[in-house]
């Protein structure tokens, strides 16, 4: 049996709470690949900071030296907004058993996915540890020991809290990005 955390997201930008979520990821036994899928657009938003090609692009440097992970260009690939339920029927024809990945701010709105009853009836949920959310007995609990919000981290960027492997890159993009935007 093939059996695969899906990690999705906006990764905009990708910062150390990224690393360690696919970090505790890597320690549990019964996984046997780590997929981090990017969004091309959320589907609960309207527009991302940076193109998705270049989160694509940062994620695999990130990523790089970690067994067992794998960088998917699906969503990028689409070009358009897709749901979490798309991607798990994609994955279906591959692997056995899906676990999505979701942070615990995400738990409050998780009905609202699109054809979310269809969803929790084939994956299970692994949910990281945030903002000392309560997360539900029916969902696995990773716990996470960084606490970072990409959003407050576009507008004040601390550059120890983005990977090493490209944190520069990162700095530089959203420093000017910000510039662009004042």
């Known amino acids: 049996m093939k059996t695969i955390a899906l990690y999705g ?52 440097k990130i990523f790089s ?19 979490t339920i798309e991607s798990v029927n994609h994955l279906l024809k591959e692997y056995d058993k899906i676990y999505v990945v979701i942070g615990a701010d995400n738990l409050a709105s998780l009905h609202k996915w699109e054809r979310y009853n269809e969803l929790k009836n ?19 609990q990773l716990k996470i020991d960084e606490d970072i919000s990409s959003s407050e981290l576009r507008e004040n960027l601390e550059i120890t809290k983005l990977p090493k492997q490209c944190a520069d890159e990162i700095a530089h993009y959203y420093k000017e990005h910000n510039a662009k935007k004042n």
Request: without cysteine; aromatic residues 12%; positive net charge.
């Open 9 to 60: 997201g906006s990764f905009d930008p990708p910062h150390i709470a990224h690393v360690a979520i696919v970090t505790a990821l890597s320690n549990l036994d019964f996984l046997d690949k780590i997929i981090v899928m990017p969004t091309y657009l959320n589907p609960f938003k309207e527009r991302f900071t940076t193109p998705a090609e270049l989160r694509l692009e940062w994620l695999k």
């Open 65 to 83: 030296d970690f067994k067992n992970v794998v960088i998917s260009a699906y969503e990028v690939d689409k070009k358009r907004k897709v749901p």
């Open 122 to 140: 084939k994956v299970n949920f692994i949910v990281a540890t945030r903002d000392n959310i309560e997360i539900p007995k029916d969902f696995i």
